[in-house]
Structures are given as C-alpha cells and as structure tokens.
C-alpha cells in the first residue's frame, strides 16, 4: 500500500466521504457516488438505440448526427443531488468523473463517438466568473479522457447572456436562446472535423438547438451532441 493510499485509509475512518446520492460512506474505491447508486442511475439507454426524445427535442430546429444523454433527470430524482453538487457547489470534479463513467459505459456497450473537437456549451463570461468555472468543460474533459478529442472553447462562444431557462416557459425559451451563441472561424480545415457538443443536462433542446445551428451557419458539418441528463418534463 502506497503512503497515499494510506493516509486516505485513515482520513476515511475519521472523516468519511459520503456518497453524494444516498449518503452512505464510500470505500477507499468509490469516488462522489457508491457502486449502489451508480448501478440505479435512471438510464436513457440512448446510445443503445432506446426512443431518443432528446433528439427529437430539437429536430424541427437544428440537426444532429448523433445525440446522447446518459440519465433521465425529473424534480423528484434523488440524482438531481449529483446535478447540484457540481453547478452549485463547487464540485467540478464530480462532473468529469461522470463525465468518464459515462464514456466507459458507451465504449463497453461498444459505442465509440467520433470525437476530433470537443465544445462544452460554453456559459455566458459573467455567469462563468460568478460560478468560478463552466461544469461542461470538466465534463468534457471527463469524456475526452476516455474517447480522445481537443476540447475547444474557442470555436462557440456565448454572445448573449440568457435569463435562467427553468423560470420560463417552454414557449418563450427557443426566442430567449435562439441567438445566444456565435461560433468563429478558427481555420477551415476544421469543418470536416468530427465535433461533439456536451452540456450538463438538455430540457426543451433550446440551447443545444441554438449551438448547433450557430456552429453550422459557419461551416461545420459533423456535430453531435452528448449531455449528462436529459429532462423529459420540465
Ligand atoms: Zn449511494
């Protein structure tokens, strides 16, 4: 046993880390969330080939090669708590750690998704400064630490800050994000490349329409879309 490994041991009986979903304390192997809880997630299974309504979100607006979303989100899911813990509380390491469980998941499911850039949903300066970080980006990192790709935060950036999309009704949230977002031409051998958009949880599909379309109006060709969650009803 190495000394780290050691002091962690002991750190542990004294201070248990706890599971962020049920509370009960993690072994020296579990990180954020037990084995329990992780085999529990509510699964989409849309990398399987289940009925993808996170696509269909936003198919009359914008289209995607691919769309996946690991775990179906709702307000009374135990596992909004993981959603918090890294938008609210800091914890931006939880989301690349989910962000890796869930590129692990699809590569043992055999899913490979071609990934040459990889475009966190970039948030709005002023939010990002508030927040203290963007949790796509460390989701992003989570993914491309298991499937490879550049993270890209140069290609889309958010022009418009947004009021919040919870607080408005379904109606009104494609006119408040619709033009939020402008990408840039870095160079124009980038078009061809394989892109994946990520962000943290996908509702009405306003926003990731919103990135898509900007991204295509310049030129790229290959995008797909991988959230955490996905919220069938909001
Ligand atoms: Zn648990």
């Not at 289940?50 to 899911?77: L, M, Q």
């Not at 402008?182 to 306003?206: H, L, P, Q, R, Y």
Request: hydrophobic letters at 35%; a positive charge; glycine letters at 4%.
């Amino acid at each position: 046993m190495r000394l780290k490994d050691i002091i962690s041991a002991v750190a542990d009986l004294f201070y248990p880390r706890l599971c962020i979903v049920c509370g009960s304390a993690l072994t020296s192997s579990e990180k954020h969330i037990c084995t329990s809880c992780i085999a529990s997630i509510p699964r989409t299974n849309f990398h399987l080939g289940a009925r993808n309504s996170a696509e269909e979100s936003f198919a009359g607006k914008a289209y995607a090669n691919r769309v996946f979303s690991w775990f179906f989100h709702s307000h009374d899911s135990k596992f909004n708590k993981l959603i918090y813990s890294f938008k609210y509380n800091n914890n931006y390491k939880l989301a690349e750690y989910l962000g890796e469980l869930y590129a692990k998941e699809m590569l043992s499911d055999g899913i490979k998704l071609n990934s040459d850039y990889i475009i966190p949903v970039p948030l709005h300066p002023k939010r990002k400064r508030k927040r203290g970080y963007n949790q796509s980006v460390h989701i992003a990192k989570g993914f491309s630490n298991i499937f490879g790709g550049d993270i890209r935060e140069d290609i889309l950036l958010r022009t418009k800050e947004t009021e919040t999309q919870t607080k408005k009704i379904r109606f009104d949230r494609w006119d408040n994000m619709k033009d939020a977002f402008e990408a840039c031409i870095i160079n124009e051998c980038d078009f061809e490349k394989e892109i994946v958009i990520i962000d943290d949880v996908t509702t009405t599909g306003s926003t990731i329409a919103a990135c898509i379309i900007a991204l295509r109006e310049k030129g790229y060709k290959n995008i797909s879309v991988l959230t955490l969650a996905y919220a069938e009803k909001w």
